[in-house]
C-alpha cells in the first residue's frame, strides 16, 4: 500500500496520517522535513504528532539545519544531531559514573561489593574476622576516605593505632592484610590501578610463633582431667595431640572422612587450601569409633546444645588448664597452653622422634617448609641424643 504525504503550509515539511491511531479528534500525524544536502534531495523523518510535533516545530528543525548548511556550523542532518546527542549523553554518563568512582568510600566498597564477594568465596569463620578486624581498626580510620585517594600514610596510620593499643606484630599483618585485599579487588573491579598502599609499610617483626609443647606427662594429664569434666571435649584434645589437627577442622570433621579400613582421616577444606590425610592411632580408632552417630548430623563431634556444628572450644580447656597450673607464672603468650598447643606438641613430638621435617610438614598440612622449622632443633636434639648414646656404648 502506498504511503500517502500531505503538504503543509511550511515549505519542506510534510506528513502522514496514521491509519487507525488517533491524537485528538483527528488522526495521528507522522512529521518529515525535506532538504538538499550536497546536492543530493534528502528526507529524515521527526516524529508523531503523539510525540508532540507539528508542522510548525518540524519547520524551525529544517531552518536550523538549513543554517548549518550555509555556516558549516553544528550537525547538519537530523541522524548528526542525533549522535551528537547520543555522545554528549554517554560522556554525561561516563562523567557522572567517574564521579561515583571517586567520591566511593571504603565503607562503601567494603559493606557491599568486598563483603559480596567474600561470602561466596571464603570460610564463613575467615570473612567473620576480617569484618571484625574491618569494623575495629579499619573503619575509624579511613572507613570514610574516598578508596581511590588511599596512601600509604593512611596504612601506617592503621599501624600505629594498633601497635599503640599493644596489638601483636601478627594482628597488625592481619589488619593490613584485609586493606590489601580491599585494595587488590577493587583494583580487578577498574576502580583502582596500582599495587596495594599497604606494600611500603614496614611490618613490626616480632617472633610471634607458639614454642610451648606439653610433654608426654602433661598430655597424658591433661586428657585425665578434660575427662573428668567433658568427654567429648577429652575426645577433641585426643584427635588433636594424636594427628595434628586444627580446631576448625577436627569440627568439620565428618563420618565420610572416616576410613576404618585404612585408618585414614580425610582432611577436607584446611587452613593451608589443600586436602590432606593424617592417619588414626590406636587410641583415635578406638576413641572415634565408641563415638555415637546422631540420625540428623554428619559431623562426628556435635554441639550438644544446638545440635549442629562446633563453632569454638569450650571453655572448660581453659579452667582445666588453669587448675592444673600449666600456665602459672607465665606471661609470654607463645609460653601458655591453649588448645592449639595440641596441634603444636603433635608437631614437636614428631621432631623429637627424629621425624623428617618434609614428613611433618605433609602430616601437619603446613604450606610451606619454613613453617616446619620451628622443630628442627628439637630433631637436632634427638639426633644429639642418639650420637651420645652411641658414644656411650662403644667406651
Known amino acids: 500500500m502506498t504511503t500517502k504525504w500531505h503538504s503543509t503550509s511550511f515549505p519542506g515539511v510534510r506528513y502522514r496520517e496514521h491509519e487507525t491511531r488517533k491524537h485528538g479528534k483527528r488522526k495521528d500525524r507522522y512529521f518529515s522535513i525535506r532538504y538538499q544536502l550536497n546536492g543530493k534531495r ?82 564463613e569463620v575467615s570473612h567473620k574476622n576480617e569484618k571484625m578486624l574491618y569494623r575495629i581498626w579499619i573503619k575509624p580510620i579511613i572507613g570514610s576516605k574516598a578508596i581511590r585517594k588511599l596512601t600509604a600514610m593512611d596504612c601506617e596510620r592503621i599501624k600505629k593505632a594498633c601497635l599503640d593499643k599493644k596489638k601483636s606484630p601478627r594482628t597488625v599483618e592481619y589488619v593490613l592484610g584485609v586493606v590489601r585485599q580491599i585494595w587488590n579487588l577493587a583494583r580487578r573491579e577498574g576502580i583502582v590501578q596500582g599495587d596495594a598502599p599497604t606494600r611500603t609499610v614496614r611490618k613490626p617483626k616480632k617472633d610471634n610463633r607458639r614454642m610451648r609443647f606439653l610433654t608426654h606427662e602433661e598430655a597424658t594429664a591433661l586428657l585425665i582431667n578434660l575427662n573428668k569434666k567433658s568427654e567429648q571435649l577429652h575426645d577433641i584434645t585426643l584427635l588433636s595431640l594424636h594427628t595434628g589437627m586444627r580446631a576448625g577442622e577436627i569440627f568439620s570433621l565428618t563420618w565420610a572422612d572416616l576410613d576404618f579400613e585404612r585408618n585414614i582421616i580425610l582432611i577436607r577444606d584446611p587452613k593451608a587450601s589443600k586436602t590432606r590425610t593424617t592417619f588414626m592411632t590406636d587410641e583415635v580408632r578406638e576413641m572415634l569409633s565408641s563415638q555415637e552417630k546422631a540420625e540428623k548430623s554428619d559431623y562426628v563431634f556435635r554441639d550438644k546444645r544446638h545440635k549442629g556444628q562446633i563453632r569454638e572450644i569450650s571453655h572448660v580447656f581453659r579452667e582445666v588448664v588453669n587448675d592444673m597450673k600449666l600456665n602459672k607464672g607465665i606471661t609470654d603468650p607463645r609460653q601458655k597452653v591453649v588448645f592449639h598447643t595440641c596441634r603444636h606438641t603433635f608437631g614437636s613430638w614428631l621432631a623429637q622422634s627424629g621425624t623428617s621435617p618434609f614428613i611433618i610438614r605433609e602430616l601437619m598440612g603446613h604450606s610451606s617448609l619454613a613453617m616446619t622449622e620451628r622443630y628442627s632443633h628439637l630433631s637436632e636434639q634427638a639426633l644429639r641424643e642418639a650420637m651420645n648414646a652411641l658414644v656411650s656404648q662403644s667406651t
Open 42 to 123: 534528502t528526507e529524515e523523518g521527526l516524529g508523531w504528532a503523539s510525540e508532540k510535533w507539528n508542522s510548525q516545530k518540524a519547520a524551525i528543525e529544517l531552518s536550523r539545519l538549513k543554517h548549518s548548511h550555509v555556516t558549516g556550523e553544528g550537525p547538519r542532518t537530523l541522524r548528526e544531531k542525533r549522535e551528537l546527542a547520543d555522545e554528549a549523553q554517554k560522556k554525561k554518563e561516563e562523567a557522572k559514573k567517574q564521579s561515583a568512582l571517586d567520591d566511593l568510600t571504603v565503607n562503601d566498597f567494603f559493606n557491599t561489593r568486598y563483603c559480596e564477594v567474600a561470602q561466596t568465596s571464603k570460610k
